[in-house]
């Protein structure tokens, strides 16, 4: 098919045209991108039937202003939603103990810090760990044993107190 039957012409000819229009009627750059490239490629999916039109480019543009419409009422029914449901409750900030914790393990190696947080904050056990950060079960034990004294140390805590895996 040499210039797909006449749609890389149609759209090189007709692109600028309809960006225009549509940052018109949206005074949005990036919408009006949007809008103009779904456009686009709904015509490129039925161009064997659009460029048989006495317009194609009335076609695309009027699919254009209506998936901008169709968007306008999204949006504004989502505004609507969310005054009629409130805002969402606030969500508190972090405790002087978690601001601690995170602090202290942003200061170890990330191997240990992964392994730290998946075991005891996610909650996954060794094989779990294991699994997911590719390494052995006996690899994720050291890196817990490590991490844990180092979290002591700087934590102030005592390292006797250290739960084993």
């Given at each position: 098919m040499a210039d797909n039957d006449g749609f890389d012409a149609f759209y090189a000819e007709s692109r600028q045209r309809l960006f225009e229009c549509l940052y018109a009627l949206t005074s949005n750059?990036?919408?009006?991108?949007?809008?103009?490239?779904?456009?686009?490629?709904?015509?490129?999916?039925?161009?064997?039937?659009?460029?048989?039109?006495g317009d194609p480019e009335a076609w695309v543009r009027?699919?254009?202003?209506?998936i901008a419409i169709s968007r306008w009422r999204r949006?504004?029914?989502?505004?609507?939603?969310?005054r009629r449901a409130g805002p969402p409750p606030p969500i508190p900030g972090p405790n002087p103990d978690t601001v601690l914790l995170i602090s202290?393990?942003?200061?170890?190696?990330?191997?240990q810090r992964e392994a730290i947080?998946?075991?005891h904050l996610v909650g996954l056990p060794v094989?779990?760990?294991a699994r997911e950060t590719g390494v052995a079960p006996g690899t994720v034990k050291a890196?817990?044993?490590?991490?844990?004294?180092?979290?002591?140390?700087?934590?102030?805590?005592d390292p006797s107190e250290d739960s084993h895996v």
């Amino acid at each position: 098919m040499a210039d797909n039957d006449g749609f890389d012409a149609f759209y090189a000819e007709s692109r600028q045209r309809l960006f225009e229009c549509l940052y018109a009627l949206t005074s949005n750059a990036a919408e009006a991108q949007d809008v103009i490239q779904e456009a686009y490629a709904r015509a490129w999916q039925r161009w064997s039937t659009v460029r048989g039109y006495g317009d194609p480019e009335a076609w695309v543009r009027t699919v254009a202003r209506r998936i901008a419409i169709s968007r306008w009422r999204r949006a504004r029914n989502a505004v609507f939603a969310h005054r009629r449901a409130g805002p969402p409750p606030p969500i508190p900030g972090p405790n002087p103990d978690t601001v601690l914790l995170i602090s202290a393990l942003s200061r170890l190696p990330l191997p240990q810090r992964e392994a730290i947080v998946l075991h005891h904050l996610v909650g996954l056990p060794v094989a779990e760990v294991a699994r997911e950060t590719g390494v052995a079960p006996g690899t994720v034990k050291a890196r817990l044993s490590r991490g844990r004294r180092a979290l002591a140390e700087l934590l102030s805590l005592d390292p006797s107190e250290d739960s084993h895996v």
